[in-house]
C-alpha cells in the first residue's frame, strides 16, 4: 500500500494514480488547495480519506474499471462545496460522509455514471444542532446502460437547525436496465427544527429499477415505549435509538481512530 | 404482599373512551386470566398500566401497594416491578440486543453488571428459550420470526424480574412446540412473589399454565369473574352465555375506527396496528 507521498505527485492541478496496487491515504482538505482533478487509471483502487473542514471544488475521474472508496469527516465548520465524480465502464465508487459540523452551508455532490455497469453507494451520517443550515444535494445521473446506485441519507436535526437532504437521480434515456434507489431520513428532536427532504427521480428510460423513500418525524413513540417499558429512561432510550441510527456509518471506516472519534462525537451530539 | 390495585379507571385514546370504569386487584401469587373478544379493551388494559403514551386516563388510578403510578412514565412502572411482554414486539433497527439488554438490566443496579456476568447470564436464559446463540448482536427484534419475538419478550421477563408480568397474547403466532417451550418457562417463572395477567385466546395455554382466577372483559369493564371452568366454558359455546345467563350485552357499544390502507410511496410505520 502506497500512502501520501502520492500527494508529492502534482502535476498541471490533477493529482493521478495508476497502478496495480491499492492506494490508501488521508488528505487534508487545506491540500487539496492545489488540485482540481484527482483521476484514476484503469483498474487502479484507491481509499480516500478527507479531513479539515475546508471547502472543496473538486472533480474526480474514475477510468475503466477502478474502485474508490471516499470518505470525508466534518467535524468542525461547514463549508460550501462541489464535488463531482465521473465513472466510466465498470468502475464502482463508495462514498461514506460523517458529517458533524457546525454552520450554514451547502454540499453539492455529482455523481456521472458515465460507463457501462458503473456503480456507486453513497452514505450519509449528519447531526444538525443549535443553529445549523445544512443541505446536502446529491445528484446522480445515469448516462450509461446497467448502471447502479443507491444513496442512502441519515440525519438528526436537533433544537433550531435545519437540515435538508435534496437531489436528483436522472436515468437518461439509453439508460437500459440502470437500477437507482434514494433513500433519505431525518429524525426531528425539536419542534423548532427544520427537515426537509426532497429525493426526486428523473426518469427518461423505460426499461430500469427505480425507488426513492423518505423518512421525516420524531422519534418513533413505539420504539420508546418499547426500551422504556424496560426500565431505560426516556433520554437512555434516545440515545440508544439514535446511536443505532447514526453508527451502521461507522462498520463502514476502517480507521480505527477515526471510527472512534466519531462515536465519541455522535455520544457528545446527542 | 404485593399489590397492583386499579380503580375506576377510564381511558380514552384519540377522543374514544375504551375502558370505561375498571376495578381490578391482582396479588402477589395469582395467576390471573383475562378473557374477552377481539377490541374489548384487554390489550388496553394491559398497555395503560405498562404507560403507553397513545392513552389517556380521564378517570381512576393505577397503584402498586400505596404507589401511585397514574402520572409515571414507563420506565419508572418498569422499576416498580411491572412487565409488558406485547403483543407486537416493535422492531427497532440499528440498537443492538446485547446493549438493550445491558441498559435495561443497569437501570435496576447500583453498579453496572460485568461483560462476563452480563454474558452468562444472557447465555443461560436464551439457551432455555432455544433462542439463536447470535442473539446479542443482532439488533433489536429485527429479523425474527413471529415466535422468536414472543421468546425475545419471555426472555426479557427472565431477566428483568417482574413481580407483575403482564403477558398479552404471548401464544399468537407460536407452534405447538414453541407453545410447550414457553408455557414452561412462564410455569417455572412462577413464585409466590409475583402475579402474572395473562390475555390469551386459546384454551391450550390455560391448559398448560393453569390460572389461579379467570376475568372476562367487555365493553371496557369487568363484567365476570370466575374460576378455570369460565375457560372451558368459552372455548365451547363462545361468549354468548354471558347473555343468556348474566345478561351481559356482548355487542360492540362503539364502532371501532375502519382499518386505514395508505397506499403511496413511505408511511412504513404508521400502519402496522390499527384497531
Known amino acids: 500500500m502506497k500512502n501520501s507521498n502520492a500527494l508529492k505527485n502534482i502535476k498541471n ?25 484527482i483521476i484514476l487509471e484503469k483498474d487502479v483502487r484507491v481509499n480516500i480519506l478527507l479531513i479539515d473542514d475546508n471547502p472543496i471544488t473538486l472533480k474526480i475521474i474514475q477510468r475503466k474499471g477502478t474502485h474508490l ?145 423518505a423518512t421525516l418525524g420524531q422519534v418513533n413513540e413505539d420504539h420508546l415505549f418499547y426500551l422504556r417499558s424496560r426500565g431505560i429512561s426516556e433520554d437512555e432510550a434516545k440515545t440508544l435509538i439514535v446511536m443505532g441510527y447514526l453508527t451502521p456509518i461507522l462498520k463502514k471506516i476502517e480507521n480505527e481512530e477515526i471510527r472512534q472519534e466519531i462515536e465519541n462525537l455522535i455520544l457528545a451530539r446527542i | 404482599m404485593h399489590k397492583l390495585i386499579i ?31 377481539n377490541g374489548h379493551g384487554k390489550s388496553t388494559l394491559l398497555n395503560v398500566i405498562m404507560g ?101 419478550e419471555i426472555l426479557q421477563m427472565m431477566i428483568l424480574n417482574p413481580t407483575f408480568a403482564l403477558l398479552d397474547e404471548i401464544d399468537s403466532g407460536l407452534d405447538v412446540d414453541a407453545i410447550q417451550l414457553v408455557a414452561e418457562a412462564i410455569r417455572k417463572e412462577q413464585r409466590p412473589d409475583r402475579a402474572f395477567l395473562i390475555i390469551s385466546h386459546y384454551a391450550r395455554l390455560f391448559d398448560l399454565v393453569p390460572p389461579t382466577r379467570t376475568i372476562v372483559m367487555i365493553n371496557g369493564r369487568i363484567v365476570l369473574e370466575g374460576g378455570p371452568e369460565l375457560i372451558q366454558r368459552i372455548d365451547k359455546t363462545g361468549y354468548e352465555f354471558l347473555k343468556v345467563d348474566y345478561g351481559i350485552d356482548i355487542e360492540k357499544e362503539t364502532t371501532s375506527m375502519n382499518e ?7 408511511a412504513k410505520e404508521t400502519i402496522k396496528n390499527e384497531k
Not at chain 1, 492541478?13 to 482533478?37: A, D, M, P, R, V
Not at chain 2, 401511585?68 to 412502572?77: A, K, S
Open chain 2, 7 to 37: 380503580e375506576g379507571l377510564h381511558v380514552s385514546v384519540e377522543g374514544m373512551e375504551i375502558l370505561k370504569g375498571v376495578d381490578l386487584v391482582i396479588s402477589e401469587g395469582e395467576t390471573v386470566a383475562l378473557l374477552g373478544p
Open chain 1, 69 to 213: 472508496d471516499f470518505k470525508i469527516f466534518n467535524k468542525t465548520t461547514i463549508n460550501n462545496s462541489d464535488i463531482t465524480f465521473d465513472l466510466h465502464n465498470e468502475s464502482e465508487l463508495n462514498v461514506v460522509f460523517a458529517d458533524f459540523s457546525h454552520g450554514k452551508a451547502i454540499e453539492k455532490i455529482t455523481v456521472n455514471l458515465l460507463g457501462r455497469r458503473a456503480k456507486c453507494h453513497w452514505w450519509l451520517s449528519s447531526v444538525a444542532s443549535d443553529k445549523d443550515n445544512k443541505e446536502f444535494k446529491v445528484h446522480i445521473n445515469h448516462f450509461a446502460p446497467e448502471t447502479e446506485a443507491v444513496s442512502d441519507s441519515y440525519g438528526v436535526a436537533k433544537h433550531a437547525s435545519r437540515l435538508v437532504f435534496s437531489g436528483t437521480s436522472h436515468v437518461l434515456n439509453g439508460a437500459k436496465r440502470s437500477k437507482t434507489r434514494q433513500n433519505a431520513n431525518i429524525m426531528v428532536f425539536s419542534k423548532d427544527a427544520d427537515a426537509v427532504a426532497k429525493p426526486i427521480l428523473e426518469i427518461d428510460e423505460n426499461d430500469l429499477e427505480a425507488s426513492h423513500s
Open chain 2, 52 to 152: 403507553h403514551p397513545k392513552y389517556t386516563i380521564t378517570k381512576g388510578t393505577i397503584k402498586v401497594d400505596d404507589k401511585d403510578l397514574t402520572c409515571l412514565g414507563p420506565d419508572e412502572r418498569s422499576l416498580a416491578g411491572i412487565f409488558l411482554a406485547m403483543q407486537y414486539p416493535a422492531e427497532v433497527p440499528g440498537v443492538i440486543n446485547a446493549d438493550f439488554f445491558k441498559a435495561a438490566i443497569n437501570a435496576r443496579r447500583e453498579k453496572p453488571i460485568s461483560l462476563y456476568q452480563f454474558y452468562r447470564l444472557l447465555d443461560s436464559t436464551s439457551k432455555q428459550l432455544g433462542m439463536p446463540l447470535d442473539l446479542a448482536n443482532r439488533s433489536l427484534n429485527e429479523g425474527f420470526s413471529g415466535g422468536e419475538k414472543k421468546r425475545n
Open chain 2, 260 to 266: 386505514m390502507s395508505i397506499g403511496i410511496c413511505a
Open chain 1, 13 to 37: 492541478k490533477e493529482l493521478i494514480f495508476s497502478g496495480q496496487e491499492l492506494f490508501s491515504l488521508t488528505i487534508k482538505t487545506s491540500e487539496l488547495i492545489n488540485i482540481e482533478n
